[in-house]
């Protein structure tokens, strides 16, 4: 079956340094999305992509954090300057359209020290 | 996205049906109805979604109420692999690239 794949899974880094999270969708998928979770809280959407461009965002996708898709098969969140409460799990998410269901990856560990 | 109630948590015998139950009667015509679980350390799985009429999958059945207010998942025959949080989602679908709104969902543990 189709996965979506995120590296690295696990990702220390230091207050302040730039960090990019990797994700590969389905190839044959259309729509990519971006969510966190914060360790013990809710899955939190971030940001949506279609068509090369970003098609929603929330509140928490602010000037820090940018998306991504260089090459028609990887999809990024970069995150400028990092912040402690930046720690979460990031998930990179993938569908074929409003009428199917979305695809999630595994996941990446972001810690934040 | 229109809200969506759902118990806590709930408990269930390993090998015997599981019905999971979520209120939507803000619902509009257009939301589907979108199941998802999420599994101990892992990302959210997605398990069935449904507009009007029920839905079967291998994973599940998805029940809708004839007023669509509100949706049953059922697992036939749950196992130990089934314990998880369940969410029930609305999602518009008028709209191609809007977010999951998720809430705390359903803590689903299964008795061996």
């Known amino acids: 079956e189709p996965e979506v794949t995120q590296t690295p899974s696990h990702q220390v880094t230091q207050m302040g340094q730039e960090v990019i999270l990797r994700c590969v969708p389905i190839s044959n998928h259309l729509y990519f999305y971006w969510y966190r979770q914060i360790l013990g809280q809710k899955v939190e959407f971030l940001v949506s992509f279609y068509n090369n461009e970003i098609s929603e965002k929330s509140e928490i996708f602010d000037d820090q954090f940018s998306v991504e898709r260089p090459d028609g098969s990887n999809f990024t969140l970069k995150i400028r300057s990092t912040k402690l409460e930046d720690s979460a799990m990031y998930f990179c998410?993938?569908?074929?359209?409003?009428?199917?269901?979305?695809?999630f990856g595994s996941g990446t560990r972001l810690t934040v020290v | 996205d229109a809200k969506t109630t759902q118990p806590n948590s709930m408990e269930s015998n390993e090998e015997e049906p599981v019905h999971l139950p979520c209120n939507h009667s803000?619902?509009?015509?257009?939301?589907?109805i979108h199941w998802y679980r999420q599994l101990p350390s892992q990302g959210p799985e997605y398990v069935i979604h449904?507009?009007?009429s029920n839905v079967n999958n291998r994973m599940a059945s998805l029940a809708i109420a004839e007023d669509r207010k509100s949706s049953t998942l059922i697992l036939h025959r749950a196992t130990l692999r089934d314990a998880a949080v369940y969410y029930c989602i609305l999602r518009d679908g008028r709209v191609g690239a809007d977010g999951l709104t998720f809430g705390k969902g359903t803590h689903l543990i299964i008795q061996p």
């Open positions: 449904g507009l009007t």
């Open positions: 998410a993938s569908s074929t359209g409003p009428h199917y269901g979305y695809t």
């Open positions: 803000t619902i509009s015509g257009t939301d589907y």
